[in-house]
């Protein structure tokens, strides 16, 4: 059963001044509820090999981190602070278990390193027809293959702002979530945050709104699809168009690991 306001309030201090550990299970329990919320509005089809409890345990990991990361004398909302952070076990969950056969990932890094190419060659992101007569393949392969990069590479903002692995890493949930985060230390996340805002606001309005929407807004694609007036698999090649030019604007900016 939910704590009430006053018993909620209470569980806080108990767990955070007198360290009671039955208080921090209360917590975690009223709290479970945003676990499943999280797991699903954030994957809607299953990768092969997985099940919905794969991602509830992945998310009360981060829910769990949450609880005892928190701290309630800030001026950050509990829930926003959680969902980030559920979130994000669970797309390193997705990521770790490396569920994309080697053939698909074999032809996405391909893609990848023409799509590089081509933008610091043209100094603009390419079109499809670009892409497919650099690839020696047809415009369809192309847009196909783009639409299972932005199913395949769902923690991209991650990727980019990555400064490295282990304990070091500056996780994109953290930062927008806790703008005062020393994640990665103070100077350096708000570095990055000003070179991601900038390149935000560069990006084409409909990729700068696909950005904003599943970033910020956490709708999921056939969502932010529904809001624009088209597919679902264009929202995907939408989705990696802009994450191409995040890269290299990012990549352009001193100071920045982007990778």
């Known amino acids: ?77 509990f829930e926003t602070y959680a969902i980030a952070l559920i ?18 990932r074999e032809k996405l890094k ?26 020696g393949i047809s415009t369809g392969e192309v847009s196909e293959l783009m639409v299972r990069m932005g199913r395949t590479n769902v923690y991209s903002l991650d990727d980019i702002i990555g400064s490295g692995d282990g304990d070091d890493h500056i996780h994109f949930v953290e930062l927008i979530v806790d703008e005062n985060s020393n994640t990665g230390g103070e100077v350096e996340g708000r570095e990055i945050r000003r070179v991601l805002a900038a390149g935000v606001d560069k990006l084409p309005e409909r990729e700068r709104l696909v950005v904003a929407l599943y970033y910020f807004e956490g709708l ?21 168009q802009a994450m191409t030019r995040l890269r290299t604007f990012m990549k352009q900016e001193g100071g920045v690991h982007a990778r």
Do not use: C
């Open 87 to 104: 979130r994000g076990a669970i797309l390193e969950m997705l990521r770790d278990e490396d569920w994309v056969p080697r053939s698909i």
């Open 220 to 240: 999921t694609f056939k969502e932010i699809g529904k809001v624009l007036g088209v597919s679902e698999s264009r929202v995907y090649q939408l989705h990696t």
């Open 1 to 77: 059963m939910p704590l009430s306001p006053e018993q909620l309030k209470r569980a806080w201090l108990d767990f955070k001044v007198y360290k009671n550990p039955e208080a921090r299970v209360e917590l975690i329990n009223h709290y479970s509820y945003l676990v499943k919320i999280t797991a699903g509005r954030l994957v809607t089809s299953l990768p092969g090999g997985l099940d919905r409890e794969d991602l509830i345990g992945s998310g009360v990991i981060g829910l769990i981190k949450s609880v005892d990361q928190f701290d309630p004398t800030r001026d950050v909302k």
């Open 110 to 135: 391909a893609l990848d390193r023409t799509m590089m190419a081509l933008e610091t060659q043209f100094g603009r992101p390419a079109n499809d027809n670009e892409v497919a007569e650099a690839m």
